[in-house]
């Protein structure tokens, strides 16, 4: 009851703390020429669940968890081809070496606070191993990735997120429209300056879908649309630096080998670069890849490739403008992160022929 109850109070502040602001299709911003999904969300990928946790409590506690599962059903005995791409390696990606070596992912994936990974990554264990089917599996590799939501808005050392919140965060999973902003994983995150988050956005590349979702909290120079609107936000030509990460998970039905979705993921690096990532000393740029398509009787060929790539990287670019739009001011830890102002930033690109 207490899990249920945690996950239903949590759901409902990020959903109405994110009502009143846009998307980026809704200021008409359009990333690329490919086209979305009817969701234009990760889940647009059939069988692709999204659940969040998300924690503020007192004064000091800003953050959360996310989990992504690429179906419902017992991942330990379903597996799923994946792989991970580390643009930077500056972060804590458990569980990311055996899905690189077997190209396979067995549990949900999380996406969370750094020093909450440890914690996520056992509470995810003890679900998996509770699962039917799994009492007698002795190995999981549970899959958990981070950004650093301490540096401004959460009490990070308190390491808030445990078996409850993930728990609420796996079992309220749900396909349909993603909640985005300041929720789960990104309540406390930062990004270009401005309030991060959770975002998503997908693509139509053929008969194939292309999901993405990202945990933004990073530096750099916020570009949209290849338009400097942080800097001309800021009247400054210096970007905002400082360190941080971004996690970039990839859905696709498109039925990819574990060696192809490793160029996928590498692929968000490109839709990165686009906004303005500054790619820091201190920001970890990790990608996680995977297909819903198992045992295929027939691959993708090398050749067939280039339109998911482009899709990819479409998606990753307006999921980073997603979750900028998206998040909502955030007082915490006794700082406040504004969020990207909608007004001026509409007045930017309107005056640079993006916008009518």
Same mark, same amino acid.
């Given at each position: ?13 990020g959903l109405a703390a994110g009502q009143t602001r846009p998307r980026a299709r809704d200021l008409g911003i359009v990333a690329g020429i490919l ?26 506690? =800003? ?18 081809? @994946?792989?991970?791409?580390? %643009? ?24 969370t606070s750094t020093l909450d990974v440890p914690r996520a990554a056992d509470a995810l264990i003890d679900y998996m191993l509770a699962l039917p ?35 609420? @965060? ?22 270009? %300056? ?8 997908? =693509? ?30 800021? !009247?400054?030509?210096?970007?905002? *630096? ?8 990839? @859905? ?5 080998d574990a060696r192809n979705l490793r160029r996928m993921a590498a692929r968000t690096m490109f839709g990165l670069a686009r906004t303005g990532a500054?790619? *820091? ?9 995977? *297909? ?5 009787? !027939? ?15 479409? @998606? ?33 690109? =309107?005056?640079?022929?993006?916008? =009518?």
């Amino acid at each position: 009851m207490r899990v249920a109850l945690l996950c239903f109070l949590c759901g409902t502040v990020g959903l109405a703390a994110g009502q009143t602001r846009p998307r980026a299709r809704d200021l008409g911003i359009v990333a690329g020429i490919l086209p979305t999904g009817p969701l234009n969300a990760i889940t647009d990928v059939a069988g692709v669940l999204v659940g969040h946790t998300t924690l503020i409590r007192g004064d000091t506690i =800003r953050t959360g968890v996310t989990a992504v599962l690429p179906h419902a059903g017992n991942l330990f005995r379903d597996k799923v081809p @994946a792989a991970v791409f580390v %643009g930077n390696g500056f972060g804590k990606l458990a569980g990311s070496t055996q899905v690189n070596e077997l190209g396979e992912i067995e549990t949900p994936i999380l996406l969370t606070s750094t020093l909450d990974v440890p914690r996520a990554a056992d509470a995810l264990i003890d679900y998996m191993l509770a699962l039917p089917g799994n009492e007698a599996v002795r190995s999981i590799n549970p899959l958990v990735a981070e950004t650093n939501d301490g540096y401004l808005l959460n009490d990070i050392r308190g390491r808030h997120v445990g078996h409850d919140e993930v728990f609420a @965060a796996i079992q309220n999973a749900k396909g349909g429209p993603v909640e985005e902003g300041a929720v789960g994983a990104g309540t406390g995150s930062v990004a270009f %300056g401005w309030k991060g988050g959770i975002g998503t956005s997908s =693509r139509k590349a053929g008969e194939y879908t292309i999901g993405v979702l990202v945990q933004t909290n990073f530096g750099g120079d916020l570009t949209i649309a290849g338009i400097p609107v942080g800097r001309e936000l800021r !009247k400054s030509v210096g970007p905002n *630096s400082g360190n941080g990460s971004i996690v970039i998970v990839v @859905a696709t039905d498109a039925p990819v080998d574990a060696r192809n979705l490793r160029r996928m993921a590498a692929r968000t690096m490109f839709g990165l670069a686009r906004t303005g990532a500054d790619g *820091s000393n201190g920001s970890g740029d990790y990608a996680i890849a995977f *297909s819903t398509a198992r045992n295929p009787p !027939k691959l993708v060929t090398n050749d067939g490739m280039s339109g998911l790539f482009v899709a990819t990287i479409e @998606a990753t670019e307006e999921a980073i403008y997603n979750s900028l739009l998206k998040a909502v001011t955030v007082t915490g830890n006794g700082h406040t992160v504004q969020a990207l102002p909608i007004e001026e930033t509409k007045e930017i690109l =309107r005056a640079h022929g993006v916008l =009518r």
